[in-house]
């Protein structure tokens, strides 16, 4: 480093070394007074008292010990200012009160530049290339174990160890981190492997070296070393669990997309709005495209497209052409499988501009652009009982197989499964959806929709009951997600899987736990329509199926479904009255994949209040769904058998009656 304006430079991460500011070696003499050195510069710029100082240096210090120390100090003064004058005040090692303090910037000694540099990123969201670029430097620093030459039994010097060994482990790992999210793990294999023997049980030093194996292509080994590490935390520890161990596992059997590198948000942004056309209709047309083939990677890519692609739909409608707005918002066919808007503010924004291209275009517009308005109107206004979303999918539909064209049938198909939601009791119409979109799909090379439909076949059987068949569309969904690189799916079929095992299982807190590790995932997925919600009223589904009463935690989150567990949560707090004033406002559940569920949450107020009339409701609302299961449309919650649930409303009104 730039010694400029430095008078000595002093290095203890190895042997201590001292240095003038013409880089010249300074001696500073014997093994005690480089000890005496060490000292003061572990104390960064503070000072040690005389009698600290004696008895760091001697175990049994003499009585001439005081004595000794000045002598080593005055040594060191003449040592590392040697042209200092007579009788004139030290800069380097100063005199405080009865003892002394090394007055040297931090930046002029390697261990407290060390820790600066790794302080100052640890934590901070920065650059992944400047961090490790940064974080390589400082570790280039490291000569050796620090203060090498000095062997002593000292407390001080073993502290001081530990304490830099630990800050190395860190900037090690910091950097691992910033390495692997510029995709260069396959270089950090050799050196992590190294790390993670010298300190098996440091947990991330396991976890960074799967990663890096990972990257590598390494999928075996990666999974290997995560079980070695388990196993010999089990075997030393009796652990036989540790949380990073376990996400990282998760993550690489379902090859979650942030193991790999991907471009930072900003960089993004600029991907999508990159283009080396200067024409306004092929820039905004590339911003819809590029925005469609961003979203399927899911997490933040899904937000930024979804919010690139109506930034470039309202662009479109002020140019004044409907034809290119039309065409701008047609080259977005991404897949819909939950009915529960991501943003019912942004997909309201583009319905009303579909709506309105609709209009300009009139009767003239091409019938595979209209097609694919109407597709995106039935889509975007999904959840809802609006009939002309209804209508919208209808035609489009009847549109597309006029044309005999298969890309814009699997889009109308798309948006009719949406639309099914708007009445209960459409299980078998969405069955038929499904059968076709797998059969279009597979005879014309549209995986996006061939997967589409194998989800949408996986909630036709969770909520038929049968979850053997369901199991089949979930092997081919995630085997398709892993050749086109969709995340999200295994995100989904996780969650069927909890709620399968939430099934099956007499212990909830296993199912609880699978529920955690599953919103956990749903956080970084770029599906709030999915997420919110979603934990409290899975472990609600559970605590029903076991008796117990609603979960009351504070921390959790109810989301857009706070309305219908009000009363429950009442009655957990023991507010009977309460409750039965919560339950006489208890609004209808929206037209979704929630619709069923909520009436089944519904009918157990019902039955804990005693209340007939509210019972009435819920069994008018789930008699449709006679021989399905409460919820399990969604594949992610089930709330048991709505002929159980039915079969209690009714003892309940009997018995009122």
Known sequence: MNNVGMEILVNVLGPIEVTDAAGRTVEVGSRRRRELLGRLVAAGGRAVPLTVLVDDL??????????????????????????????????????????????VPRAAVDALRFEDAVRALNGR????????????????????????????ASSWLAQERARLAELHCQAVELRARAMLDLGRGALLVPELETFAAAHPWREPGWVLLSHALYQAGRQVDALAVLREARGRLLDRFGLESAHSLDHMERDILRQAPHLTSAPRDEDRLRLLTRTEATGTYTRLRSMSTVARAAAVTGGTNLVLAQEQRAAAAAEAERTGDPGLTARVIAAYDVPTIWT??????????????????????????????????????????????????????????????????????????????????????????RDVIAGELIDLSTRHDLPLFEILGHLVRIQVCAARGDGEG??????????????????????????????????RSDDPAEAA???????????????????????????????????????????????????????????????????????????????????????????????????????????DALVPLRGEIAGATTAVIGFGPVDDILAALEQRLARRR
């Open 58 to 103: 001697w175990q049994d210090p003499p009585s001439t010990a005081a004595g000794t120390v000045r002598t080593f100090v005055a040594e060191l003064r003449r040592a590392l200012e040697p042209e200092r004058l007579p009788r004139a005040r030290p800069r380097i090692i100063e005199t405080v009160g009865t003892g002394y303090a090394m007055r």
């Open 125 to 152: 969201p920065g650059g992944e290339a400047a961090d490790a670029r940064a974080l390589s430097e400082a570790l280039s620093w490291w000569r050796g174990e620090p203060y090498a030459d000095l062997a002593t």
């Open 340 to 429: 529960r808007a991501d943003d019912p503010e942004r997909s309201a924004a583009l319905v009303a501009i579909a709506r309105r291209t609709l209009d300009r275009l009139g009767s003239g517009a091409p019938p595979a652009l209209r097609a694919r308005l109407l597709a995106t109107v039935a889509l975007e206004h999904r959840g809802t009982r609006d009939l002309w979303a209804a209508e919208a999918a209808l035609e489009a539909e009847r549109l597309a197989r006029d044309l005999n064209d298969p890309g814009v049938l699997v889009l109308a198909l798309n948006a009719r499964f949406v639309q099914s939601f708007q009445r209960p009791g459409r299980t078998g119409e």
């Open 470 to 503: 369901a199991q089949r569309h979930v092997k081919a969904a995630e085997r398709l997600a892993g050749v086109h690189e969709t995340p999200l799916v295994h995100v989904l079929t996780a969650a069927f899987r909890a709620m399968r095992l939430a099934e």
């Open 513 to 619: 736990r699978a529920y955690r590790a599953v919103a956990t995932d749903l956080a970084g997925a770029g599906m709030p329509g999915v997420e919110a919600g979603f934990l409290p009223l899975a472990l609600l589904s559970l605590r029903m199926r076991h008796r117990r009463p609603a979960p009351t935690d504070p921390a959790l989150d109810w989301g857009p479904y706070r309305p219908w567990v009000q009363p429950l949560l009442h009655l957990a707090r023991g507010k009977t009255a309460a409750a039965r004033e919560a339950a006489t406002v208890l609004p209808t559940p929206p037209a979704d994949h929630l619709y069923d569920a909520l009436w089944a949450v519904t009918a157990h107020t019902a039955v804990l209040l005693d209340d007939a009339s509210l019972a009435a409701r819920a069994r």
